[in-house]
């Protein structure tokens, strides 16, 4: 059976990137490796402490997101070996459900060569999370542009800027993506679509064209971090303060309660920045791990050599 089996590595990512509310979203440079095989009797392998609790029967949702795969290709494979090894933190908004959506799906298409197309992929990817921005970044890497209005989802890519580096501050305690939507008013007034339309559109710009000083004036929204204030404390200081701090701009990563700063790699104030989120944090009673991360330009992949997952969890 053992020539058949796929190993899969895909990133985190990051979503919104403050104004891109479910249309921006980057890949991140750490990483979640699954492995899939046919088998006679599905079975589970979760390493790592941070994976307890994953259900290892078939609710579990790399075996089910695998099964839509085979069921949308018309082909029937009910029994599965999976085995997961994650460095994403869990509910933290470092996208660690779409990394195992992604790589679910992508394992599963690579079982049975890539039957479906990685559009497909997209669509069916987005159509499960509801929104296509953490989803999109781990699939095709780099910054992802995207849109889902319910039947399409359209996307263009982003080379990250190599300047660019990511600084996350990632607190302790979990926040559900679910919660963190509930906290959002159903409707919003045309003046805050227009300030979040033209924040976005200035981010992409910015990005896109690598002005790197216009990112703080771009990275502002209105139309969710305000009303996830109150789930993050310590959150609007940072979100109004890190620039002063030597960040190119600051936002709640996805639905956090991570807190990110884009910051220029060559930037003499990474220690300080690092030090005033940490702290203003701290003041609020909550502890962080601060990780300097990059934004990881290539997308999900499927590996020529298998790695040792048990190996990986062992290292870390
Ligand atoms: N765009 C989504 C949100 C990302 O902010 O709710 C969730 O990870």
């Not at 039957?115 to 699939?139: C, R, W, Y």
Request: charged fraction near 20%; proline fraction near 4%.
């Amino acid at each position: 059976m053992n020539q058949t089996k796929v190993c899969i590595k895909v990133p985190a990512s990051t979503a919104n990137l403050g104004p891109g509310f479910d249309c921006l979203g980057m890949a991140l440079d750490i990483y979640a490796w699954i492995e899939m095989d046919f088998a006679l009797k599905t079975k589970i392998i979760l390493h790592g402490e941070q994976m307890l609790g994953i259900p290892l029967d078939k609710s579990n949702l790399i075996y089910k997101v695998a099964q839509m795969v085979f069921a949308e290709a018309g082909v029937s494979h009910p029994e599965l070996e999976i085995a997961m090894y994650s460095e994403i933190p869990l509910t933290r908004g470092l996208g660690s459900s779409a990394s195992a959506i992604i790589g679910g799906m992508v394992a599963a298409n690579a079982l049975i060569g890539n039957l479906l197309s990685q559009d497909k992929i997209f669509l069916m990817a987005t159509q499960l999370e509801k929104h296509p921005d953490n989803v999109g970044a781990s699939l095709f890497g780099g910054i992802v542009v995207a849109s889902w209005d319910g039947v399409r989802a359209d996307y263009i890519r982003i080379a990250p800027h190599e300047r660019l580096e990511v600084l996350v501050a990632i607190p302790e305690f979990q926040l559900s993506t679910e919660l963190a939507r509930h906290a959002l008013p159903k409707e919003v007034s045309m003046k805050d679509a227009v300030f979040n339309l033209s924040h976005s559109s200035l981010l992409v710009a910015a990005l896109c064209s690598g002005n790197l000083e216009m990112i703080r004036h771009a990275m502002q929204d209105v139309l969710h971090q305000p009303y996830r204030a109150a789930l993050v404390p310590g959150m609007e200081m940072i979100l109004k303060e890190a620039t002063d701090h030597g960040a190119l701009g600051v936002a709640l990563s996805g639905a956090g309660p991570t807190l990110l700063a884009l910051v220029d790699k060559t930037s003499h104030e990474k220690a300080g920045l690092a030090e005033f989120m940490q702290n203003t944090l701290l003041k609020e009673d909550i502890k962080s791990t601060m990780m300097w991360l990059k934004p990881e330009a290539l997308g999900v992949q499927v590996l020529a050599n298998s790695v040792s997952l048990a190996e990986l969890a062992a290292h870390k």
